[in-house]
């Protein structure tokens, strides 16, 4: 192989090395799996959704809270009913709670870690779940435990099942950690923004986009907390909503009036 | 070659550019805020408060809050274990237990039992009911029943026992059906032992009732009950009560509900006024029975144990009454709902938001529910044929429109002929289309919009709100009902109501309703002010009845007696109210200050609480936990370096638990209201202690630099010092400036060197680094220039209103005025300084302090998150400042710090 010939290999292994991790953020499970664009999140109350037009509404629902306290994993199932048609596809969310729920700081183990991948796998098994959201507002020093989670998790799902996160706004608009994540989507969450609420909204209003490109799939709004900003159609929308969802509210989202 | 290495060499340093991850720095700020009032919940620690402290109540405070203070209004007490109890519901805490520590002490029981290499059981707890729930099944009881049977007869026969290990593995079957599964232990004949036999029974029944399966485990159970010979006796006869209460919540349709939990009432109507071991237990599952048949008679059951006192589940109790309370007013306000909807003309009431608003959505809904259309979406393909979620295709159809004709239209509105695939889609979408319209017409679908869904109150602007004539007479009927739901509700009405019921009762609980709804042209007002004149100082109701007194007097223009009435409180309340309420009349105090000295008095305020990410509570409480966070995995250092190393960080904090401060409101008073001139004095007055005199007077060095009052600035700088020693080597180069231009170059150095510096008074608990402290890491340093918008609850944009102090002249508001107009056109700190730094360099090139000046001006203005507008940056004055670092100081170790720490 000549001069040439060698740099210009060399220049395309750099060059593909330097892309190579941004490829694996590149698919989207969730769209492979035709999750219709708005996708109303049930927490824990009673949910009867057996009016909405599974071609235009998926549910994720909270199907189990994992608390990490000490070396263990509290394991919290849902207490509620939420009724559904079997047509709608369904996102099954585990919400995991540590030191700045419980107070106490947690071991974040591997033994920890294995059992957080075991009791999400589980969640699988529910009725029609065809894909995974993990709900962990994870502080700083909880970050790499919850890498690896992800990646164990990643390993362990079969290939086509979506794997999706909720974000902080926050995070979204510029911390890095999320690059990287074997995830298909981080949702930002545009509500309930605490300390930063001002900030992100004034970003937001102002035409700015989120930095991370894989917050970029999608929105997480609620209903009661309007947000100024130009919103990209062909994001996925998340939705929570205060009290359990009644046909008008879905009525109203359609409209576009909430 | 030596090309091809330098190719290489550029290829992977631009690779490792590319993909560097960038120095890790504390993300984001971490400040502990200062909390002056709890608006909606009594203060921390809540002990105080179930004790009888209650402060100022306030009609937006939680409903368990308020039924505790409806009590100690009328008189009444609790005691110290209802206290105790009353705490716990405050705190959320589920009067239940979860039943895992009972559950690790059965499995370390039944170890000794089994051989050392048997797998322990895996047992969780909680079952699917069958659909995405759980519900809790094997409950703390049967753990610690489990025990306690299994070591007595391990003691009564022996531990080796074959017929004790038998025992062991029936109960082991048993617990196989807390989390799911149908395993029954096995019957036995004759030939065991009479006590196994006993238990073997009641170990099937039990397995059974885990399994769902109700009517044979309540048969089981009654036999056991009627035997006289079963030590299971007693506990079976409650356990048929149970299994009829825990059948009745999975049965449907209602019908079958109602009638399970009235057996299950008539049942254990006898139990629970037996004296048996079961009759405590007995009447518990009795109220929850209450609960679910008569609600309404059990919320005004309820309502009258909880006033009246003596009950033996305050806890539950409490919880159950406010959870109806919320039930019943949610369906009210449903109902409500529901009817104005449908009587709404919209022709005649469409107002002008409505107007814009295009109504076809919600008539071609509403076409779709009565099922006479059916609706039809494609997606076209973007060119890498995925969908294009922006680009729907939708049609309307009449339901019983044929398949060629929907294909048709499609193809007529696309003008082309359809794809295959599309035309799968569209068949598909028809076959989901009349799947749904199927459901919309069917009779049994519940149309009342949100069926039993749990409606947990409305937050939005336009919610229906609760008024009297919407309270049924059954909750009117309860005194404590009538008194929180009349104390909660907007319903102009309810000065009227809660005067009426005063003069009906004479209670303190109706005398605060109505000062609470009073406004000065309230009717009756003269006559409830007088009456609430006459609470006496140790009365429970006194602060709250003080604090509207003190109000009204305001709103009468009664200044002076307003402010006569709040000194009295103040300097005989002090130490005790709650810090909430003390809070609060200073907040009315500093309303009514009549110069300087008084504003400055009432404006201090001692913080009940500070908040962290979370955490909330006193500073050294969140030393203690934060000593705890140490991980032998994640640590790098031992824990007792650690810990020495968080107590260091908090050696200066901790003092700010017992001293005052002062809160937003007075900051917003001081930045906007306060000419530089009257911050300077109140920054000298001795009134304000000496740690809080600090932030004042950098605040005015600071504001008067900017503004170049050479007069204001002199005059204070060597307070600067004092207040701020380590600043003194750096700001001795102002002090001894010859000239003006001296001074003014020292000046932006100081700035520079200390970036916590602002024009503005500052609150909080916020660290004072110098740049080299900060490691040049200047995320939130230094001043955003002020902003005239604030946002209203609907979050949009209104100008932003600070009250003004009655005691400054025209001439003082006027000053403070253009102040703050000039401070605005200075702008955002890290551009202003930068600008100047630039203008020094050009106009002092010699002077030592430019190359560290110009590093600082550049690191200033790079790009971050929390910056003052987000990400924005003045990439020009960055980029000026590093250019003429690099350019004019290339030796400089200022020059190769930004080069390493700053490539681009």
Same mark, same amino acid.
């Given at each position: ?258 | ?282 009447? =518990? ?127 007529? =509105? ?222 790098? =250092? ?26 937003? =409101? ?239």
């Amino acid at each position: 192989m000549n001069l040439k010939r060698k740099l210009a290999a060399l220049m395309l292994a750099l060059v593909s090395f330097s892309c190579s991790k941004t490829s694996i953020q590149n698919r989207n499970r969730i769209d492979e799996n035709n999750f219709p664009q708005t996708v109303l999140w049930a927490w824990e109350r009673p949910e009867e959704l057996e009016f909405l037009d599974p071609r235009q509404f998926a549910v994720a629902f909270l199907a189990q809270t994992l608390v990490l306290k000490g070396d263990e994993v509290v394991f919290q199932p849902r207490h509620q009913p939420l009724k559904v048609r079997p047509e709608v596809k369904l996102m099954a969310v585990t919400r995991i709670e540590s030191r700045k729920v419980t107070g106490a700081p947690s071991a974040l183990s591997p033994a920890q870690r294995e059992r957080l991948v075991e009791l999400i796998l589980k969640s699988r098994e529910l009725k029609n779940v065809s894909a995974i959201q993990i709900d962990f507002d994870a502080a700083s020093s909880e970050r790499e435990f919850y890498r690896r989670l992800l990646q164990d998790l990643r390993e362990r799902l079969p290939d086509n099942v979506p794997l999706s996160i909720t974000a902080l706004a926050s995070f979204c608009v510029g911390d890095r950690w999320l690059e990287d994540l074997p995830i298909d989507e981080a949702v930002p969450m545009i509500f309930r923004m605490g300390a930063d609420d001002q900030t992100i909204k004034s970003f937001l209003g102002s035409g700015k986009d989120f930095h991370a490109p894989i917050c970029r799939r999608s929105y997480g709004i609620a209903v009661d907390e309007p947000v100024k900003m130009s919103f990209d159609r062909s994001r996925r929308r998340y939705v929570f909503n205060v009290r359990a969802w009644a046909e008008q509210d879905v009525l109203s989202l359609q409209q576009g009036t909430r | 070659m030596r090309f091809l290495h330098y190719i290489l060499a550029v290829a992977v340093a631009a690779v490792m550019l590319l993909n560097s991850v960038p120095v890790v720095r504390a993300c984001g700020p971490s400040y502990k805020e200062p909390i002056f009032v709890f608006k909606e919940s009594p203060d921390l620690p809540f002990d105080e408060f179930t004790q009888g402290k209650i402060g100022i109540l306030r009609p937006i405070m939680g409903r368990k809050t308020l039924v505790i203070a409806y009590r100690y209004l009328n008189g009444g007490t609790f005691s110290a274990d209802e206290q105790d109890a009353l705490v716990q519901a405050l705190k959320g805490t589920a009067p239940e237990d979860d039943g895992s520590q009972a559950l690790k002490t059965w499995i370390n029981a039944r170890k000794q039992f089994v051989k050392e290499d048997q797998k322990l059981p895996e047992i969780y707890t909680e079952r699917p009911t069958g659909g995405y729930d759980f519900f809790p099944n094997c409950t703390k009881n049967a753990f610690e029943v489990a025990v306690d049977t299994l070591k007595d007869r391990a003691t009564s026969y022996g531990a080796e026992d074959p017929n004790v290990k038998a025992w062991l593995a029936a109960q082991d079957t048993v617990f196989q059906n807390c989390s799911g599964e149908a395993q029954i232990p096995s019957e036995l004949g004759a030939e065991s032992p009479l006590w196994l036999r006993k238990d073997r029974d009641y170990q099937i029944a039990a397995a059974h009732f885990y399994s769902l399966n109700f009517d044979e485990a309540r048969a089981r159970f009654e036999k056991i009950a009627a035997d006289d010979d079963s030590p299971w006796r007693e506990i079976a006869e409650y356990l048929v009560a149970r299994t009829l209460v825990r059948q009745a919540s999975f049965a449907e349709p209602e019908t079958k509900k109602r009638e399970l939990y009235q057996r299950a009432e008539t049942y254990l109507q006898n139990l629970a006024t037996g004296s048996g071991k079961f009759s405590a237990a007995s009447r =518990k599952l009795l109220a929850l029975v209450k609960y679910h048949l008569h609600p309404d008679e059990r919320v005004v059951e309820l309502g009258r144990m909880l006033t009246g006192g003596n009950d033996e589940h305050l806890r539950q109790d409490l919880i159950d009454y406010v959870w109806l309370l919320d039930r019943f007013e949610a369906r009210i306000l449903k109902a409500e709902e529901d009817r104005t909807k449908k009587q709404e003309n919209p022709t005649q009431q469409e107002t002008a938001s409505e107007s814009n608003i295009d109504k076809e959505p919600s008539n071609r809904f509403e076409r779709f529910k009565r099922g006479e259309t059916i609706g039809i979406t494609i997606y076209l393909k973007k060119p890498d044929g995925t969908p294009d979620y922006s680009k729907p295709i939708e049609i309307e159809f009449k339901y019983d429109v044929s398949e060629a004709d929907i294909l048709a239209a499609f193809e007529q =509105k696309l003008g082309r002929k359809l794809t295959a695939e599309e035309t799968k889609e569209i068949n598909e979408g028809r076959r989901y289309a009349l799947s749904s319209r199927q459901w919309n017409v069917s009779p049994n679908r519940k149309w009342d919009n949100g069926g039993p869904s749990q409606y947990e109150g409305c937050n939005y602007a336009d919610c229906t709100k609760l008024t009297f004539d919407l309270i049924p007479a059954f909750l009117r009927s309860d005194e404590l009902s009538d008194w929180i739901l009349s104390f909660q509700t907007e319903d102009p009405r309810a000065y009227r109501r809660a005067l009426a019921k005063w003069h009906k009762t004479d209670s303190h609980a109706w005398l605060v309703a109505a000062l609470v709804k009073a406004d000065k042209s309230s009717l009756g007002l003269p006559e409830i002010m007088r009456a609430g004149e006459k609470v006496s100082r140790d009365e429970p109701a006194y602060a709250t009845v003080a604090y509207h007194l003190i109000r009204l007097k305001m709103d009468l223009g009664n200044k002076v007696e307003a402010r006569k009435l709040l000194d009295e409180i103040l300097t005989s309340q002090s130490g005790l109210l709650p810090g909430s309420a003390q809070n609060q009349f200073l907040e009315l105090r500093t309303q009514l200050a009549r110069g300087l000295n008084e504003f400055l008095k009432s404006a201090q305020r001692k913080p009940i609480a500070f908040y962290e990410e979370g955490n909330l509570g006193k500073l050294s409480d969140m030393l203690e936990k934060e000593k705890q966070f140490w991980s032998p995995e994640y640590s790098e =250092k031992p824990r007792e370096q650690y810990a020495r190393e968080v107590e260091e960080q908090y050696r200066d904090l901790l003092p700010w638990d017992n001293r005052f401060e002062f809160d937003d =409101k007075t900051l917003e008073i001081f930045n906007w209201h306060f000419p530089l001139q009257t911050l300077a004095e109140a920054a000298r007055n001795p009134i304000v202690p000496d740690y809080l005199q600090r932030t004042l007077v950098l605040a005015v060095w600071t504001r008067a630099i900017l503004l170049n009052n050479d007069e204001v600035a002199l005059a204070i700088a060597p307070e600067v010092p004092r207040v701020e020693p380590k600043m003194t080597a750096v700001f001795d180069a102002y002090l001894k400036a010859r000239t003006v231009k001296e001074r003014h170059n020292a000046a932006l150095y100081v700035l520079l060197k200390f970036p916590n510096l602002s024009p503005f008074v500052q609150g909080g608990l916020r660290a004072f680094s110098t740049s080299e402290e900060s490691e040049y890491y200047f995320e939130e340093s230094w001043w955003c220039a002020p902003s005239d918008i604030d946002y209203n609850n609907q979050g949009q944009e209104v100008p932003k209103v600070v009250p003004k102090p009655s005691f400054l002249t025209p001439a003082q508001l006027d000053a403070a005025r253009r102040e703050h107009l000039a401070l605005k056109a200075i702008g955002h700190g890290k551009s202003y300084l930068g600008r100047h730094v630039i203008t020094w360099a050009r106009t002092s090139p010699a002077d030592a302090r430019i190359p560290e000046a110009l590093f600082i001006a550049a690191r200033a203005n790079e790009s971050y998150k929390y910056g003052c507008d987000s990400w924005e940056s003045d990439e020009k004055t960055q980029q000026q400042a590093a250019a003429i670092l690099r350019r004019r100081y290339p030796q400089s170790p200022w020059t190769a710090k930004l080069a390493a720490e700053s490539p681009n």
